[in-house]
């Protein structure tokens, strides 16, 4: 099949390049334009553009969905299907009606749990013990179309979303190639997603990433865990923000927030078990050991996290 793919994020480029690799061809690329980033603001291109030059595709880069050039483009591309991985925009109707066999999306869930933006991150919080990856057929809603395929993936208990999202990323390549080659041969159709079992991944926000330590430890592990890399997990600390990577549970107890630095190790009590701290990241600094950070604050008796902020 003539191919158009769509992608922006590090963990598109495994499926693009899976496609590149098979007998369909990728005709061109659709990606998001080049940002801003860094304290210099320089603009970079996504990664899917990087590796889509590098394997010398054509590359569109519409700043909307709904720009009349790219439905041209489309048009005179003429393709069969648009296999689509984290784009990162809507896609109009008038846009979805183009391709022979419309755009199929390889979404990290199974669906029809965690339809939404940020599904590896809400299953992590949640503590789900099994997540994985779904193709369906684009429509309207938001990740309501029907199901072509799934692979499972078991949630590992030392899992970050950016850990299991990469995972995702190369199991759910040859799901989404594997999908592309029933689709050509007529042999795959999808099916309409259950009524039962819905739930939704609404991105998360920085102020959802935030540590209540008057939590129990097991769903403070989990937020955090389920925040790293992005948007990154944050507490306070004397009036100002400290973020906080994965931490380890323990046996001992401590009162709520209380921070008990040690030699070699940092502990703060939380509802039921302290947890001990790992990379912790202050304002405008880089990350540090917490035990480092702990003797350059001078940690002292009573001193709690979770403050505040002024």
């Known amino acids: 099949m003539r191919l158009i793919f769509a ?3 590090q963990v598109a480029v495994p499926s693009l390049r899976a496609l590149v690799g098979s007998d369909h061809e990728v005709v061109s690329v659709i990606t998001r334009p080049d940002a801003k980033v860094g304290r210099g603001r320089r603009l970079e291109p996504s990664p899917v553009k990087v590796v889509a030059q590098e394997l010398g595709l054509p590359v569109l880069t519409p700043r909307s969905a709904t720009d009349p050039d790219l439905v041209a483009a489309l048009e005179g591309l003429a393709p069969d299907c648009c296999p689509v991985v984290a784009y990162g925009a809507l896609l109009p109707e008038q846009v979805l009606d183009i391709p022979t066999h419309g755009w199929v999306n390889l979404h990290f869930s199974l669906l029809p749990a965690w339809r939404g933006a940020a599904p590896v991150q809400r299953a992590l919080i949640a503590g789900d013990e099994i997540t994985g990856a779904s193709t369906f057929r684009i429509e309207a809603g938001l990740d309501t179309g029907p199901v072509y395929g799934t692979m499972t993936e078991r949630i590992r208990p030392d899992d970050t979303s950016g850990a299991l999202l990469d995972r995702l990323a190369d199991a759910g390549a040859p799901l989404l190639l594997a999908t592309m080659d029933g689709i050509a041969t007529g042999e795959l159709e ?25 939590h129990p430890s097991m769903a403070i592990d989990r937020l955090i865990r389920g925040c790293t890399p992005a948007p990154g997990a944050w507490t306070s600390f004397r009036g100002e923000r400290l973020k906080l990577g994965p931490v380890g549970i323990t046996d001992e107890t401590l009162p709520v927030g209380v921070v008990d630095a040690r030699k070699r190790e940092v502990l703060v009590g939380t509802a039921d078990r302290a947890v001990r701290l790992g990379e912790v990241t202050p304002l405008g600094k880089k990350p540090m050991p917490a035990a480092d950070w702990a003797r350059g604050v001078r940690i002292a008796d009573g001193d709690r996290l979770g403050e505040e902020t002024p």
């Open 7 to 9: 992608g922006t994020p």
């Open 190 to 214: 999808p099916q309409v997603q259950p009524t039962e079992g819905i739930s939704h991944a609404a991105k998360l926000t920085v102020e959802d990433a935030r540590v209540d330590l008057t």
